[in-house]
Structure formats: structure tokens, C-alpha cells
T-cell receptor, first 114, second 112 residues
Framework: DAGVIQSPRHEVTEMGQEVTLRCKPI?????LFWYRQTMMRGLELLIY????????DSGMPEDRFSAKMPNASFSTLKIQPSEPRDSAVYFC????????????FGQGTRLTVV | SQELEQSPQSLIVQEGKNLTINCTSS?????LYWYKQKYGEGLIFLMM?????EEKSHEKITAKLDEKKQQSSLHITASQPSHAGIYLC????????????FGTGTRLQVFP
């Protein structure tokens, strides 16, 4: 298995533009997590899906952020409009329900909003 | 406020020295997980602790869980430059839903 695949690895965009981050979880995993990592706030859980259904989105900072999981093999995190304070590394992780804490992480997307 | 607090925030040690990183939860733990992150990369799973008093080892890294105190410690014996990175504890706290949250992280540097 190729592991959790995220794209793009790096994204530089101008303030106000729409940004879409993509994630392909490990086949067979039914839990998917989106995290944001910054120096100031560490690794924050944004949203968590189980069997493609959003279970907990209490970590989504604002209405500008939205996430979807249309099927078991794909998820997106969208920011519209983007702001400089959204600059961070965004990680996607997946796990199976049997071992919820044994998560596999993607390499992350480094987002810079200028 | 953070539900998982780690200490210290950063650590600089000389190669060969032992060190300990602590993780304290403000909520009941249903599972405690240790991960390591190298700069610019994703997190790598190290080990999982689920029972009070449980202790696990992986190479020169040992982790313990004190369920009553809701704490875990990660101990590295005879540190090496390859141990450098950010260590994060994660927990399944099941506050309202099963979700995996992480501590603030401890940045470890090991110099020769």
C-alpha cells in the first residue's frame, strides 16, 4: 500500500483565493482525520470522518473551511476565501475503527497564503 | 486550553544521555499513543498504551502509562542524533465522539 497520499505537497496562494487540499486514505481504513499544524498551536484536529460521514467538525475554525468525503477513497479540505493566518501544514490521517489511535499520516500539504 | 499537555516543550541533550518526555491528560484516557515527527514530514507511530501500568519498548525508547494520574512518559536511553525530532502524544479521549487528539509536542535535539 502506498500509504496516505496528500496533494499538493506545497501550495502558495494569494489571500482571497480558494484552496483545495486532497487526501487519499489507506484502502480499508474507515476513519479519516484532517489536522492543521502550526508552531503556535501545534497539531489541531479539524474534522473527523467515519465511514465517509463527518462525525466531529468542532475543530473547523470558521465557515471558510469545509471538508467532504464523497467516497471511501477520497477527501477534500477547502478554504474559501483563504487568509494569511491559514498558512500552516495540513495533514490527513486514516485509521481503522479497530485501532482508532493507530493512525497513518500523509506527508502533509504546506500552505502559504500571501 | 489543551487537553493534552506535554513537557518539556523542547529538549537539547548530548548524545548518549537519557531523557524523559511527559504527557498529561485533563480527561480520562481510553488509549495513549506516541508518535514521532521529523521536520517537514508526517507523523510516524511509535507505540500504543491502553492499560494502566502498561509499559512498552521499541529499540531504546520506552513508554509507560499511569492511568490513575492520566499521564504517560516516554524515556529514551543513550540518545542518538537519529532520535532528534518532535515527539507527540496522542489520545483517544472520547469526549463526545471517538477522536484522536494530540499534545503540544516536544522538540528534541541531540548534539554529538
Amino acid at each position: 500500500d502506498a500509504g496516505v497520499i496528500q496533494s499538493p505537497r506545497h501550495e502558495v496562494t494569494e489571500m482571497g483565493q480558494e484552496v483545495t487540499l486532497r487526501c487519499k486514505p489507506i484502502s480499508g481504513h474507515n476513519s479519516l482525520f484532517w489536522y492543521r499544524q502550526t508552531m503556535m498551536r501545534g497539531l489541531e484536529l479539524l474534522i473527523y470522518f467515519n465511514n465517509n460521514v463527518p462525525i466531529d467538525d468542532s475543530g473547523m475554525p470558521e465557515d471558510r473551511f469545509s471538508a467532504k468525503m464523497p467516497n471511501a477513497s477520497f477527501s477534500t479540505l477547502k478554504i474559501q476565501p483563504s487568509e494569511p493566518r491559514d498558512s500552516a501544514v495540513y495533514f490527513c490521517a486514516s485509521s481503522s475503527t479497530q485501532k482508532p489511535g493507530r493512525a497513518f499520516f500523509g506527508q502533509g500539504t504546506r500552505l502559504t497564503v500571501v | 486550553s489543551q487537553e493534552l499537555e506535554q513537557s518539556p516543550q523542547s529538549l537539547i541533550v548530548q548524545e548518549g544521555k537519557n531523557l524523559t518526555i511527559n504527557c498529561t491528560s485533563s480527561k480520562t484516557l481510553y488509549g495513549l499513543y506516541w508518535y514521532k515527527q521529523k521536520y517537514g514530514e508526517g507523523l510516524i507511530f511509535l507505540m500504543m498504551l491502553q492499560k494502566g501500568g502498561e509499559e512498552k519498548s521499541h529499540e531504546k525508547i520506552t513508554a509507560k502509562l499511569d492511568e490513575k494520574k492520566q499521564q504517560s512518559s516516554l524515556h529514551i536511553t543513550a540518545s542518538q542524533p537519529s532520535h532528534a525530532g518532535i515527539y507527540l502524544c496522542g489520545a483517544d479521549i472520547r469526549s463526545q465522539t471517538d477522536k484522536l487528539i494530540f499534545g503540544t509536542g516536544t522538540r528534541l535535539q541531540v548534539f554529538p
